[in-house]
């Protein structure tokens, strides 16, 4: 009826589908990436129309979990005005990358031609 | 940028996180720039607002999720919700009588509104299924005696001609026609218009065209549209048959249109199908070129418009008036000068519609708010044994607002509950009115439960339960833990929750009053109109429809046709009398026309009476007496001295009494004719106390050729003698249709349908609010008894009789219900004029219905306050005060 326990933020150390891409793309663009450019990246390579909403979410939590660090640009004219926000990423957001892709690799060691073909 | 994109843009800042606002706004205005640059302003206009529809999404889901999950991450709205939802069902399954008592109650209230709700929306409020239908109105003539007449033929010509302010005119009447096999006849239900009706209301053929000017010249008029489904069925489909021939009641007719699908005929209550119904076969209404005086006094033209998209109601207005006077001037003779007059189409539709469904539609609110204040009493009543569950909840951290919401809830989903319910009753009860309803409701097709009444149904729900939930709720939420925990809950009557209590109470007792002295004037009104004489006797007679061809019948093989089947029909077994007439009672026929007496100075204003043909027989067939004179016989033909009969409201308008018109000579149509009887008066309608006065020509002696009425007087079932009729019939035409045989019991019926239905309806809703005053009398009664246990107790320890406690509390139940019957009273003597038009052989304002109704309630009200006062007095002082300490 009433709920009394907390409930804690977990430490998560895995990422999510969505979350990788978007770190992803901020390792391939290492000129100080933001929301756009980050959506646009994963998009051009995935085909996938984004939300620039939800790209933002994701990289508020990645921020929050340490994965990366984010800091506030100049206004430029273009954007009304309007500052950028540029991330980069941490130690502990490469060593989740890393180890995602490791376990990725591992998981399709082998498996490549089918995978493709199926 | 664009508007769209403006707004696509502002959907984006308000669905975007507000943290992260700024740079989201700066990311999109980027992007789009740099797509415009690349791509064109077409492509950065659907990037921009593909990212406003990706916005929301991603808003609804996140607030979505938030809202679901308890703790400080989410609000925990929609998880509580839930919560409190399955606990409310919970209660609810706990008292079983509670819970079903209120769902009927609101399942009654609610579906009574839903369904007049649904009928208010289909009839008055719905647009009439034409393109631009507010553009489209009714012309009518005037004169100083007659107000609402169709129009004369040759006037329909030259206002078609002169008048400027309509796109187009058209005149209509019904024009059966007769397909088929010899012996597998069919009157096709048919209508005549003049060209360019349908282009008028806004229809177009599917296939071939519509009438033409030229189609109107006699001679070039052999030609008619199909409508879709008699193409469909008598045609197959078939999409060369326009130039085919036809044969049509003996003649050949070449099909030169078929009709899309939804075809709504404009309709008329003279000479026409009605609006709405279906009309297999459209002809062309010839307009007479030349003019003669009969094609200026018979006005027998329906006739509908199109305004003109830039001319306003004041300027058509004016535009008639003028044109009117122009065509007054070609009047031979001008008795009183005509005028033309424009009624908005749907106002001519709807007609009378209006007031009932008003008065239905305040009946079924009144019993909306008594259902919630019955429900409130409820509640409240539970609620006072609910104190201790609320004290613990309060004393364990619940706030008052999340006590109120929970409360309320509860209320939601009793709502909910009934109002489920309800709108399935009232599925069921348009399904029951479109099936077997009167037939005479105007529009009655358009009334259905859709998106919008469902709406009302959902809003109706939701203020009832507020309604009726929300001060139970906010009472027993503001009890502070300590009172609430208190051993005993013991309230002095005169608390301000009891007083609340019996004031509605009050309101319940007036609005059940109004209702039931409503009911009760439709009652003695219908009582009055079935018990009057209706002047002929219904039961136990039979009648059909016969139309002669006028393509093999002329006039004289009509009147042989007409007398051979009557004495036909006459020798059937079963048939005790057979007779043709142009028309049956109540059916709303209405051909005048006016006559001169002979021997009295020329008054050709007023001397005028509605005609009717008729053959030999008919008193007898149609149960009509002989008041003085003779009938007519098979010796009054043609070349024998011209009769007629006429009623007692003409002998008595234009001689003294029915005995001294015997014999008068009359100047009808150019002939001179004498006055052979006098037959007794049929009454107008149901609810016209009185008769129009008549005349009766012999068929054989004067006629038009129009569909006569069969009627025959049987000594058996009527409806047993239907097949040898036609038997009979077809022997003598095997060409000829027998159209719509039904009892006349079942003609006289019909036309009192529709306030058979409202009287029902009242009634149900009256009955429906005199329960539900008497229960909420009861429970405040009891409750206020079960309160004052104690103080009863007392009274009886110190020597109180059985009769002493219960004239206590028959006191305080009497200053409740003289207010209510009072209210009720003055609310009735505004609200029951509203039934003035439905009434008949009764006031508005009928003494004696107030009074019987007001005795009615007043007991009731004393049974509902006896039994509760019964049980206090039984209860012995020891145990009132034992009750009393351990509540």
């Given at each position: 009826m009433f709920h009394i326990v907390e409930h804690n933020a977990a430490m998560e150390s895995t990422l999510g589908?969505?979350?990788?891409?978007?770190?992803?793309?901020?390792?391939?663009?290492?000129?100080?990436?933001?929301?756009?450019?980050?959506?646009?990246?994963?998009?051009?390579?995935?085909?996938?129309?984004?939300?620039?909403?939800?790209?933002?979410?994701?990289?508020?939590?990645?921020?929050?979990?340490?994965?990366?660090?984010?800091?506030?640009?100049?206004?430029?004219?273009?954007?009304?005005?309007?500052?950028?926000?540029?991330?980069?990423?941490?130690?502990?957001?490469?060593?989740?990358?890393?180890?995602?892709?490791?376990?990725?690799?591992?998981?399709?060691?082998?498996?490549?031609?089918?995978?493709?073909?199926? | 940028m664009t508007l769209i994109e403006r707004l696509a843009l502002a959907i984006i800042k308000i669905t975007a996180p507000a943290s992260d606002r700024e740079w989201i706004v700066g990311d999109v205005l980027e992007e789009r720039e740099r797509i415009r640059a690349r791509d064109g302003d077409g492509v950065a206009r659907r990037m921009i607002l593909d990212d406003a529809v990706r916005g929301v999404g991603t808003f609804a889901r996140t607030r979505w999720t938030l809202a679901r999950r308890t703790g400080p991450r989410g609000d925990g709205f929609m998880s509580n919700l839930l919560h409190d939802a399955r606990y409310a069902?919970?209660?609810?399954?706990?008292?079983?009588?509670?819970?079903?008592?209120?769902?009927?109650?609101?399942?009654?209230?609610?579906?009574?509104?839903?369904?007049i709700f649904s009928a208010v929306k289909g009839v008055l409020m719905s647009p009439l299924p034409y393109p631009d239908p507010d553009r489209l109105v009714r012309l009518f003539e005037e004169s100083d005696r007659t107000p609402h007449f169709p129009m004369a033929p040759a006037d329909f010509r030259d206002y078609r001609n002169e008048l400027q302010s309509f796109a187009g005119l058209a005149a209509f009447v019904r024009g059966d026609l007769q397909i088929g096999d010899p012996g597998h006849p069919e009157q096709l239900r048919g209508m005549q218009v003049t060209s360019g009706f349908f282009g008028v209301l806004g229809y177009r053929p599917m296939m071939g065209r519509d009438f033409e000017a030229a189609d109107e010249i006699p001679g070039n008029d052999a030609v008619v549209i199909l409508s879709h489904a008699l193409w469909m069925r008598r045609f197959s489909g078939d999409a060369?048959?326009?130039?085919?021939?036809?044969?049509?009641?003996?003649?050949?007719?070449?099909?030169?249109?078929?009709?899309?699908?939804?075809?709504?005929?404009?309709?008329?209550?003279?000479?026409?199908?009605?609006?709405?119904?279906?009309?297999?076969?459209?002809?062309?209404?010839?307009?007479?070129?030349?003019?003669?005086?009969?094609?200026?006094?018979?006005?027998?033209?329906?006739?509908?418009?199109?305004?003109?998209?830039?001319?306003?109601?004041?300027?058509?207005e004016e535009d008639l008036r003028r044109t009117g006077q122009s065509v007054a001037r070609r009047y031979p003779v001008s008795p009183s000068p005509w005028?033309?007059?424009?009624?908005?189409?749907?106002?001519?539709?709807?007609?009378?519609?209006?007031?009932?469904?008003?008065?239905?539609?305040?009946?079924?609110?009144?019993?909306?708010?008594?259902?919630?204040?019955?429900?409130?009493?409820?509640?409240?009543?539970?609620?006072?044994?609910?104190?201790?569950?609320?004290?613990?909840?309060?004393?364990?951290?619940?706030?008052?607002?999340?006590?109120?919401?929970?409360?309320?809830?509860?209320?939601?989903?009793?709502?909910?509950?009934?109002?489920?319910?309800?709108?399935?009753?009232?599925?069921?009860?348009?399904?029951?009115?479109?099936?077997?309803?009167?037939?005479?409701?105007?529009?009655?097709?358009?009334?259905?439960?859709?998106?919008?009444?469902?709406?009302?149904?959902?809003?109706?729900?939701i203020a009832s339960s507020l309604l009726?939930?929300?001060?139970?709720?906010?009472?027993?939420?503001?009890?502070?833990?300590?009172?609430?925990?208190?051993?005993?809950?013991?309230?002095?009557?005169?608390?301000?929750?009891?007083?609340?209590?019996?004031?509605?109470?009050?309101?319940?007792?007036?609005?059940?009053?109004?209702?039931?002295?409503?009911?009760?004037l439709l009652f003695r009104s219908f009582v009055?109109?079935?018990?009057?004489?209706?002047?002929?006797?219904?039961?136990?007679?039979?009648?059909?429809?016969?139309?002669?061809?006028?393509?093999?019948?002329?006039?004289?093989?009509?009147?042989?046709?007409?007398?051979?089947?009557?004495?036909?029909?006459?020798?059937?077994?079963?048939?005790?009398?057979a007779a043709f007439t142009s028309d049956l009672p109540w059916t709303g026929y209405d051909e005048n026309t006016g006559f001169t007496i002979l021997g009295r100075p020329d008054n050709d204003d007023g001397t005028e009476a509605r005609y009717h043909f008729i053959t030999p027989g008919y008193l007898r067939s149609s149960g009509v007496p002989l008041v003085a004179g003779r009938d007519l016989t098979t010796s009054d033909i043609k070349d024998a001295p011209l009769v007629i009969l006429i009623n007692e409201s003409t002998a008595r308008k234009y001689w003294t009494s029915a005995q001294a018109a015997i014999g008068a000579r009359v100047n009808l149509w150019g002939f001179e004719r004498t006055v052979a009887g006098v037959i007794g008066d049929v009454r107008d309608m149901p609810w016209n106390g009185h008769a129009v006065p008549a005349l009766y020509f012999p068929v054989a002696q004067t006629w038009q050729s129009q569909r006569m009425l069969l009627v025959a007087r049987t000594n058996v079932d009527p409806t047993s003698t239907i097949e040898t009729i036609r038997h009979a019939l077809q022997e003598l035409d095997p060409e000829l249709p027998m159209v719509n045989p039904r009892p006349l019991t079942a003609v006289a019926g019909a036309a009192m349908s529709t306030r058979r239905l409202t009287l029902w309806l009242v009634g149900v809703f009256g009955i429906t609010a005199l329960v539900l005053a008497v229960i909420g009398i009861y429970g405040v009664m009891a409750q206020a008894v079960s309160q004052r246990a104690h103080e009863f107790g007392v009274r009886q320890a110190l020597g109180?009789?059985?009769?002493?406690?219960?004239?206590?509390?028959?006191?305080?139940?009497?200053?409740?219900?003289?207010?209510?019957?009072?209210?009720?009273?003055?609310?009735?003597?505004?609200?029951?004029?509203?039934?003035?038009?439905?009434?008949?052989?009764?006031?508005?304002?009928?003494?004696?219905?107030?009074?019987?109704v007001a005795v009615l309630l007043a007991a009731s009200a004393a049974v509902a306050a006896y039994l509760p006062a019964r049980r206090a007095s039984r209860i012995s002082a020891a145990d009132a005060l034992r009750i009393a300490d351990s509540c």
């Open positions: 589908e969505f979350e990788q891409l978007v770190l992803i793309a901020v390792v391939r663009l290492d000129d100080g990436p933001y929301g756009a450019t980050i959506r646009r990246e994963i998009e051009e390579r995935t085909k996938r129309r984004l939300s620039i909403s939800a790209v933002y979410t994701t990289l508020d939590r990645l921020e929050r979990k340490g994965f990366v660090r984010s800091w506030i640009g100049e206004p430029t004219p273009a954007r009304g005005g309007r500052r950028r926000k540029h991330f980069a990423l941490q130690p502990a957001g490469a060593r989740a990358l890393r180890a995602a892709y490791h376990a990725f690799g591992a998981m399709t060691a082998g498996l490549e031609r089918r995978l493709k073909t199926l | 069902l919970r209660l609810l399954r706990r008292s079983p009588g509670f819970t079903v008592t209120a769902m009927m109650t609101l399942a009654l209230a609610i579906g009574a509104n839903t369904a060369a048959v326009i130039g085919r021939s036809v044969r049509l009641s003996g003649k050949s007719f070449r099909i030169v249109g078929v009709l899309p699908q939804g075809v709504q005929h404009v309709g008329s209550t003279y000479r026409s199908y009605g609006h709405g119904e279906p009309v297999d076969i459209w002809s062309v209404l010839v307009v007479p070129r030349e003019d003669r005086p009969g094609l200026r006094y018979s006005h027998f033209f329906n006739v509908v418009a199109r305004l003109r998209p830039d001319v306003t109601w004041a300027a058509m005028r033309s007059r424009a009624v908005p189409l749907k106002d001519e539709i709807v007609g009378t519609a209006e007031s009932t469904l008003m008065a239905l539609g305040g009946a079924a609110t009144a019993v909306l708010i008594l259902a919630c204040i019955n429900v409130a009493g409820l509640l409240l009543g539970r609620g006072v044994g609910r104190g201790r569950e609320i004290g613990v909840r309060a004393a364990l951290g619940a706030t008052r607002v999340r006590l109120t919401r929970q409360l309320l809830i509860e209320s939601v989903v009793l709502a909910a509950l009934g109002g489920a319910i309800g709108i399935a009753l009232a599925y069921g009860a348009i399904a029951a009115l479109s099936r077997f309803g009167p037939s005479d409701i105007p529009r009655l097709e358009s009334i259905t439960v859709d998106t919008q009444v469902l709406l009302y149904a959902l809003v109706a729900t009726f939930g929300l001060a139970p709720a906010l009472r027993l939420a503001s009890a502070g833990v300590a009172e609430t925990l208190k051993e005993s809950v013991r309230s002095i009557a005169g608390s301000p929750h009891h007083r609340i209590r019996r004031a509605l109470a009050a309101v319940q007792l007036a609005l059940a009053f109004v209702l039931v002295v409503s009911s009760g009055a109109m079935i018990t009057t004489s209706p002047g002929f006797e219904p039961a136990g007679a039979i009648t059909a429809s016969i139309e002669l061809p006028v393509a093999r019948y002329d006039l004289d093989a009509s009147t042989a046709f007409y007398a051979r089947a009557a004495e036909r029909i006459r020798g059937l077994p079963g048939v005790v009398d109180a009789t059985a009769a002493d406690i219960i004239r206590l509390v028959f006191s305080s139940a009497t200053l409740m219900t003289s207010a209510g019957l009072i209210a009720g009273v003055a609310l009735a003597l505004v609200s029951t004029r509203l039934l003035a038009s439905l009434l008949y052989d009764v006031t508005a304002l009928d003494p004696l219905t107030f009074s019987m």
